[in-house]
């Protein structure tokens, strides 16, 4: 790899355009006061030269094109005036806000942000070598001086701990069955944003604008001739970065989410408690089986908002074919649908872009060129779902039209709400695997996490047309920035321990703060063996005021987990994921401001009290929206467990949420945590409203308010 070095540079009106001899063109420009823009344009032109994530002025009527959005295209953008200025051979460009210096040789620039009357360095390119590039692979690296004191957020769907320093990451979306949820790495989404926390306690962003695999990293490599570093590491595609500053993490997050098109706000019901029963649904007498999930549900009373098929509905043995039902299992499917939606429940349905060679419409997609293909133009096929099978290039408008005409006609006309994006990891070896790009071919490589964007955003639109766009919920396992304007999201298929447990709690939360806000994660675990009872409670206690609450696996001998699945314990489950529903108002109100405000639902507590460095310690607990605390227990056998309490302004105090006994802020504190107690704490305040059904009957997600309770 060879360093970057600039011949000279030309001031603009907001920004500056860099040479690099026979690179090509460093364009260097502010966006806001607080945000600014480097990209990297060879002199070959961009590897990538459309994106999908940027969508400063998204609406309803107003998406990124199919196409992508031109990497010149400034548009959304009020770009300030700058303070220009030449001091001792360097180039000064200055906001009200945000100033940087550019140094030539080698390239290097440095961020100062203007805040409360004082300046100070927020970010520095590495000083020995900033930029470098290698002409056999292809790749690009970024390098930033590091300080030991940072920490690092962000990347999505990471495990273990939050603050990522000392890590090497990438970026690279995998179907990852049973991950290691501390260690594991990566998972399912290709998210390369970084926020971090100076040692002042400034906040900087950067969004890595690629669709090329990517690996960070935050400190595991030292290297003796540079001083403490870390980097990213671009797989053949375009180096084009974006800075935002702020004084808070929420700051930083809320421009973020404006550059990307901000947050779809899904109708009321998805917020309600969600079953799947793979099990149930892969029987032979699946229809039946289903039927009489549907009676325990009302024998049991447990509230449930919707039901989520999994793909079991579509199986022929161990063999899934989307958009076909096998009707031996399923004699009657819309009237089983009916029922469901008799008994209160909205439907969700699970759909794969693959399809295997002895699919019905395989054939026809091999006619006509609407698979992923190789250099000689022929359908890539690989393993996939016990079989082989093709991917669906979702850069072909052939295939989007096939897919959403598929939707509607054996999705939504037979009684089913939305779909369900999943299996889209388009994880690919074939290096010569191409997608169409509307004619203009990109590689596997720099297209692989757009088909899981383009396939939700080809379900969220047939919906739309079909339903109206207020009514659109879908969800998606995998995909790259942007997908959260279309979709919900989950930590994908996890597996049921108490690490498990513990670790997905951190996942969540990263992804959070990373800008995917309707979150969840399986409850009880995927894969692996059927949680104990203790285990199982625990988890539905952790997970009921996630924004995503439902309970989804697929164990051995087609059993699922169920609520009344431990008689010793089913009350206790019923009693929490009842806790979701008294507080669905207040939930309702944390979606609305996510999507209004770009605001995450749950976050550490380090969000709303980023000076309280007691926040920025590992522990279990989170914040719902900025009153409650919710301070899960993780460990096996535990009844008690120490939770620390933020400090808030002088006098104020935390109360636990069902008893009102007062706790002192700032301070540790050890509460009593049997096994069917969640703690949960209002801080001083708080105006939580809380719903009750009428009439005694089983909670659903549209009661009324019933009261509000004021702490």
Request: charged letters at 20%; hydrophobic letters at 35%.
């Amino acid at each position: 790899m060879t360093p970057w070095n600039a011949e000279q540079w030309t001031p603009q009106s907001n920004g500056a355009e860099i040479n690099l001899p026979q690179r090509g063109q460093l364009r260097l420009r502010f966006l806001s006061e607080r945000m600014a823009r480097v990209t990297f344009k060879p002199t070959t032109g961009y590897l990538e030269p459309n994106t999908w994530a940027i969508a400063p002025q998204t609406n309803p009527t107003n998406d990124v094109p199919w196409q992508g959005r031109s990497r010149d295209d400034v548009s959304g953008f009020a770009a300030p005036n700058l303070d220009q200025q030449i001091n001792n051979g360097l180039l000064s460009l200055k906001s009200s806000e945000l100033r940087v210096e550019l140094h030539a040789n080698p390239l290097r620039l440095v961020w100062h942000w203007q805040h409360q009357g004082r300046e100070q360095m927020v970010l520095s390119d590495r000083s020995t070598s900033a930029y470098l590039s290698d002409k056999r692979t292809g790749a690009v690296r970024h390098y930033i001086q590091r300080d030991d004191a940072e920490k690092f957020y962000g990347l999505g769907d990471k495990t273990g701990p939050l603050n990522l320093s000392g890590r090497r990451l990438r970026t690279l979306a995998m179907d990852s069955l049973g991950y290691d949820p501390e260690h594991g790495d990566p998972l399912y989404k290709h998210w390369p944003f970084v926020l971090s926390r100076t040692p002042q306690g400034q906040w900087v962003g950067i969004y890595y604008d690629t669709l090329a695999s990517c690996t960070f990293d935050f400190g595991c490599e030292h290297d003796n001739y540079h001083d403490f570093y870390r980097y990213i590491d671009i797989d053949d595609g375009d180096l084009d970065y974006y800075l935002m500053v702020g004084n808070t993490p929420a700051e930083v997050i809320a421009q973020f989410m404006q550059l990307i098109g901000g947050t779809h706000l899904p109708p009321r019901w998805t917020l309600g408690y969600a079953q799947t029963a793979m099990g149930l649904a892969d029987s032979p007498d699946a229809q039946h089986q289903l039927s009489q999930f549907i009676d325990l549900t009302q024998h049991h009373r447990v509230p449930v908002s919707a039901f989520h098929y999994g793909s079991g509905y579509s199986t022929r043995g161990k063999r899934r074919y989307v958009f076909t039902w096998n009707h031996d299992k399923f004699p009657d499917p819309k009237s089983l649908n009916q029922k469901f939606h008799d008994h209160g429940m909205h439907l969700v349905a699970n759909i794969k872009p693959c399809l295997l060679d002895d699919h019905p419409a395989f054939d026809e997609h091999v006619t006509t060129k609407t698979f992923i293909q190789d250099a000689q133009q022929e359908p890539v096929v690989e393993p996939y779902w016990d079989g082989q099978g093709a991917h669906l290039d979702f850069t072909n408008p052939k295939a989007v039209a096939w897919w959403q005409s598929q939707l509607k006609a054996k999705i939504l006309d037979y009684g089913i709400d939305a779909g369900w994006n999943d299996n889209n990891e388009y994880a690919i070896l074939n290096e010569d695997a191409r997608s169409n790009g509307w004619g203009q071919a990109i590689a596997m490589h720099r297209s692989r996490p757009l088909h899981a964007l383009l396939m939700t955003r080809a379900t969220f639109e047939a919906q739309a047309q079909a339903l109206g766009r207020e009514h659109v919920f879908t969800v998606t396992r995998a995909g790259p920035p942007g997908i959260q304007r279309y979709a919900q999201t989950w930590s994908g298929d996890n597996t049921t321990s108490w690490r498990t447990l513990k670790w997905n709690i951190r996942t969540a939360l990263q992804m959070s703060l990373s800008g995917m806000f309707n979150v969840g994660h399986d409850v009880g675990g995927f894969f692996g063996p059927l949680p104990d009872a203790e285990l199982f409670l625990r988890w539905v206690q952790a997970s009921c005021l996630n924004p995503r609450m439902v309970m989804n696996s697929w164990k051995a001998g087609n059993i699922s987990n169920l609520p009344w699945m431990h008689p010793e314990v089913k009350d206790d489950v019923i009693r929490a994921i009842e806790l979701r529903y008294t507080l669905m108002p207040y939930l309702w109100s944390l979606f609305e401001r996510a999507s209004v405000h770009h605001e995450p639902i749950i976050r550490p507590t380090f969000y709303d009290f980023p000076n309280d460095e007691k926040c920025f310690e590992d522990c279990d607990d989170f914040m719902l929206g900025a009153w409650l605390l919710v301070a899960p227990v993780v460990a096996q056998g535990q009844t008690q467990r120490t939770v620390y309490l933020p400090q808030l302004s002088a006098g104020e105090a935390w109360f636990d949420f069902e008893t009102g006994q007062r706790f002192e802020a700032g301070q540790s504190h050890t509460v009593d945590a049997p096994l069917n107690k969640l703690p949960l704490f209002a801080r001083q305040g708080a105006e939580i409203a809380c719903a009750a059904p009428k009439n005694q009957q089983v909670p659903k997600f549209d009661d009324p308010v019933s009261q509000t309770r004021r702490f």
